[in-house]
């Protein structure tokens, strides 16, 4: 059978995103609306994401399912970026704070969507590797370093919004600290066994809204 080519692949992307929709849809009771932005599913039907998984599972890459990157880790299922993305709502303008770049799948959907990316990511080889799949993707808005994620970086704070795609409880106070006021995070809270999708608001007084919407599974915030 011959390889699939990039005509092959917009279609799947395309059918990945219409599953997506399905899936909000389905959810629209716990997420309080029936659709995602569509600023957000346009960014999904553009980022390949057969690029940042291993070969040995790209077949699978459109599928809307988790795929093991490697590490005990994986790219978390195409619904769950999208929601997160959706509900982080980058802007233009705005520079965005990521901890766990992974392979830089979820790096590559903000980047689509924020003026600046900073991405934090504990695992050497990840960093490397989804600095070389975004470098060749012509993306040139994203910086990567290794290291603590729950210090987040300070270099480039304060940070308009913050996606955390790993679990924390509680919340590290150097990643609420470099929030700016106004400013939104999004990331799962809870233990290893249970974890809901959280949404924190920093108001501009500096207070703190939590909201928690839907139960997810995240590996826990590594930290050194």
């Not at 970026?81 to 709502?89: E, G, S």
Request: charged share 20%; hydrophobic share 45%; proline share 8%.
């Amino acid at each position: 059978m011959k390889p699939m080519n990039e005509e092959h692949l917009a279609v799947l992307r395309r059918h990945m995103v219409e599953v997506i929709a399905i899936h909000a849809d389905l959810a629209s009771e716990e997420l309080g609306k029936a659709t995602l932005d569509e600023r957000v599913m346009a960014a999904m039907r553009r980022v390949p994401r057969h690029l940042f998984v291993p070969a040995v599972v790209a077949p699978y890459a459109y599928q809307d399912m988790p795929l093991p990157i490697g590490f005990d880790k994986t790219v978390s299922q195409p619904f769950i970026v999208a929601l997160m993305t959706d509900l982080l709502a980058p802007q233009p303008h705005e520079a965005v704070l990521e901890i766990g770049t992974g392979l830089g799948y979820q790096t590559a959907i903000l980047a689509e969507l924020a003026s600046q990316v900073w991405s934090v990511e504990i695992i050497e080889e990840f960093a490397s590797d989804a600095e070389a799949l975004l470098q060749g993707l012509g993306t040139s808005n994203v910086g990567i370093r290794v290291g603590d994620g729950s210090r987040g970086w300070p270099e480039h704070a304060p940070f308009d919004k913050i996606l955390i795609t790993v679990a924390a409880e509680p919340t590290p106070p150097a990643l609420l600290e470099q929030l700016k006021p106004g400013g939104r995070m999004v990331l799962p809270v809870g233990s290893e066994k249970v974890q809901l999708l959280t949404v924190i608001d920093k108001v501009a007084a500096g207070q703190l809204k939590t909201r928690k919407l839907i139960p997810v599974r995240f590996s826990r915030l590594e930290t050194v």
